[in-house]
């Protein structure tokens, strides 16, 4: 099972905190953790996840798009 990384991992200078922020119920969170580790959804969906599960962990936009693969701008939409 493949653990979810949080901001507390992260320890790069140059990142500052968002001030894009997600507040995430417990059971919204599971939800979107077991799609995220889900082999029958889109990629692009997992993905989405992902990046909705590390705003919610208040990581920086710049980890969370060095995390997932993808532009900051991206991250936005």
Not at 17 to 29: C, N, P, Q, S
């Amino acid at each position: 099972m493949a653990a979810l990384t949080t901001h507390r991992d992260f320890s790069m200078a140059r990142s500052r905190k968002t001030a894009l922020t997600i507040h995430l119920t417990a059971d919204e969170r599971q939800a979107l953790m077991a799609w995220q580790r889900s082999t029958t959804i889109p990629v692009g969906h997992a993905r989405r996840e992902r990046i909705i599960l590390l705003l919610a962990d208040r990581v920086p936009i710049s980890q969370i798009a060095d995390t997932v693969g993808i532009s900051r701008r991206f991250v936005y939409k």
